[in-house]
T-cell receptor, first 111, second 111 residues
């Protein structure tokens, strides 16, 4: 049982490049989330999907787009990466209102 | 913006001692959750306490919730070196809203 799987684990981008972070869960959860974690800032919500077919902005959505491809998969896209997007990104899934299951994270550096 | 604020930001104790971390929040909640994060890893759920509950136990963990003071505490009894990690509280305003995380408490347990 893999839980929440994120790829890639590490990525280095140049300013202006684009990339997509992939996330998949095998727990049949309705809700999926993307958070970013910066030193001293805790976790901040970028986007979430309460159910298949819906997506909503979180606290820090600027510069990101998401796609809920199906119930299992929720991707995060950076169209034109900026140094301010250097962070650790976590995907998570849950049933609404219940505990979150997190992936192992993607460490992204934008130079 | 962060809903929960953990206190202290960092805590260092000897193995065998108890560790207490506090979380204060601003608005009414549906539930409050505590998570643990080992260095370089994803977050792992510890305990969920609902707004109509006052105390919950799980092994060496004890969580209290005081909705009148908008605060919660996490007590780890008989701490071990393996408890060294960051601990985060997270709150949900309703069953359908995503969790909002605090900035965390870094706990160091010295053998």
């Amino acid at each position: 049982n893999a839980g929440v799987t994120q790829t890639p684990k590490f990525q280095v981008l140049k300013t202006g490049q684009s990339m997509t972070l992939q996330c998949a869960q095998d727990m049949n959860h309705n809700s999926m989330y993307w958070y970013r974690q910066d030193p001293g800032m805790g976790l901040r919500l970028i986007y979430y999907s309460a159910s298949e077919g819906t997506t909503d902005k979180g606290e820090v959505p600027n510069g990101y787009n998401v796609s809920r491809l199906n119930k299992r998969e929720f991707s995060l896209r950076l169209e034109s990466a900026a140094p301010s997007q250097t962070s650790v990104y976590f995907c998570a899934s849950s049933e609404q209102g219940e505990k979150l299951f997190f992936g192992s994270g993607t460490q992204l550096s934008v130079l | 913006s962060q809903q929960g604020e953990e206190d202290p930001q960092a805590l260092s104790i000897q193995e065998g001692e108890n560790a207490t971390m506090n979380c204060s929040y601003k608005t009414s909640i549906n539930n409050l959750q505590w998570y643990r994060q080992n260095s370089g890893r994803g977050l792992v759920h510890l305990i969920l306490i609902r707004s109509n509950e006052r105390e919950k136990h799980s092994g060496r963990l004890r969580v209290t919730l005081d909705t009148s003071k908008k605060s919660s505490s996490l007590l780890i009894t008989a701490s071990r070196a393996a408890d060294t990690a960051s601990y985060f509280c997270a709150t949900a305003n309703s069953g359908n809203t995503p969790l909002v995380f605090g900035k965390g408490t870094r706990l160091s347990v010295i053998a």
